[in-house]
């Protein structure tokens, strides 16, 4: 004869981790909610799954279309039929991607090599301007030094004749009194 237990073993007990208002598991707090989004927009990194081997599922179920025709079972090639013809379909996607990835990472390689080429361009003339500018500015700054030096040397010079020619004038002064 079969016995039940009664209901005052621990059967129905939770274990003390758990209260029973909290259904959810220990490392689930309240306000994470859900992880999945629900964008109509949504978009592998990668098409295709678990289709690393794409190539040989397409052989595979191309295979078993050809035994299931020479079995006489319709039904079952036409559904390997459209397997292969799905596997064929996400290996080509895979390929687009695989272009369209190694064409931006070729075009953004080009896009920065002329854009280096270009701000190095324009960094060489603004230097150059910058240069041609200080060098005119300093070429300007020691011509008047050396025009003012100049204009001082003239002026001192004058002013040498001048006392010189006081002197004589005054000794020719001098002699005429004398006389």
Do not use: C
């Amino acid at each position: 004869m079969v016995t039940f237990r009664s209901n005052n073993n621990n059967n129905n007990r939770r274990p003390p981790f758990r209260s029973n208002n909290n259904r959810r598991p220990p490392y689930r707090s309240n306000n994470e909610g859900s992880r999945f989004s629900n964008n109509d927009n949504f978009q592998r990194n990668i098409p295709g799954r678990n289709n690393h081997n794409a190539s040989k599922l397409i052989e595979k179920y191309n295979n078993l279309a050809r035994e299931a025709v020479t079995s006489g079972d319709k039904i079952l090639s036409e559904n390997y039929f459209q397997h292969a013809d799905h596997f064929t379909r996400v290996l080509g996607e895979q390929e687009s991607h695989r272009k369209s990835k190694f064409l931006d990472n070729s075009t953004t390689e080009k896009t920065d090599q002329v854009i280096t080429e270009k701000t190095d361009q324009v960094i060489t003339e603004k230097t150059d301007q910058i240069v041609a500018k200080k060098t005119d500015q300093i070429v300007a700054k020691k011509t008047d030094q050396i025009v003012a030096k100049k204009t001082d040397q003239v002026d001192s010079k004058e002013k040498q004749r001048e006392t010189v020619i006081k002197k004589a004038s005054s000794k020719k002064i001098e002699e005429v009194e004398l006389k």
